[in-house]
T-cell receptor
Framework: AQSVTQPDIHITVSEGASLELRCNYSYGATPYLFWYVQSPGQGLQLLLKYFSGDTLVQGIKGFEAEFKRSQSSFNLRKPSVHWSDAAEYFCAVGDYKLSFGAGTTVTVRA | DSGVTQTPKHLITATGQRVTLRCSPRSGDLSVYWYQQSLDQGLQFLIQYYNGEERAKGNILERFSAQQFPDLHSELNLSSLELGDSALYFC????????????????FGPGTRLTVL
């Protein structure tokens, strides 16, 4: 069975500071991994994805994620957070059926 | 803007009623997926259609059904509504017919917020 765990329910970070969101997955084969962001009242926007190849993946809005098979992780990072990054972030794994983590809410303080 | 449209944006109805949610996929996408986002269950996959045919089912209740029409738009029908059906319903679309071992990027619409009173 496939599943995703996002250990952090809520993270608060200062504007300009770095951000790292954790994601651990369980999947039977080569995982297809995604990070989505949901702003209040909005839909899910794809930040980045990993299908194969380079384990460091670049996405939109300055985000990147690193796939580590040995740790079953796909952590999301951003070097310098902007106030507009305040949102809920979801990690997902799967092929046709995506399994999502519970999400991490990011608050950015001035 | 992902290119996936969903209507209506909000829907308020009473228990026991039936509603229909509509989704138009991105131009060129043949697969449509439905997801439910609720506070207690999180985001859950409901069902997938590819080019008019049902391809996969997830945690979809028997009271719920979906279809995809020849013009590729999809409708999710929810009947005998209960309070617990209150949730945000997302539609997503992708180009390919994904299946075990293959995947494609799913682009999500803005969602329909259903409130059952």
């Amino acid at each position: 069975a496939q599943s995703v765990t996002q250990p952090d329910i809520h993270i608060t970070v200062s504007e300009g500071a770095s951000l790292e969101l954790r994601c651990n997955y369980s999947y039977g084969a080569t995982p297809y991994l995604f990070w989505y962001v949901q702003s209040p009242g909005q839909g899910l926007q794809l930040l980045l994805k990993y299908f194969s190849g380079d384990t460091l993946v670049q996405g939109i809005k300055g985000f990147e994620a690193e796939f580590k098979r040995s740790q079953s992780s796909f952590n999301l990072r951003k070097p310098s957070v902007h106030w507009s990054d305040a949102a809920e972030y979801f990690c997902a794994v799967g092929d046709y059926k995506l399994s999502f983590g519970a999400g991490t809410t990011v608050t950015v303080r001035a | 803007d992902s290119g996936v449209t969903q209507t209506p944006k909000h829907l308020i109805t009473a228990t026991g009623q039936r509603v229909t949610l509509r989704c138009s996929p991105r131009s060129g996408d043949l697969s449509v997926y439905w997801y439910q986002q609720s506070l207690d269950q999180g985001l859950q996959f409901l069902i997938q259609y590819y080019n008019g045919e049902e391809r996969a089912k997830g945690n979809i209740l028997e009271r719920f059904s979906a279809q995809q029409f020849p013009d590729l738009h999809s409708e999710l029908n929810l009947s005998s509504l209960e309070l617990g059906d209150s949730a945000l319903y997302f539609c997503a679309s992708s180009v390919a017919r994904t299946s075990g071992g293959r995947t494609d990027t799913q682009y999500f619409g803005p969602g329909t917020r259903l409130t059952v009173l």
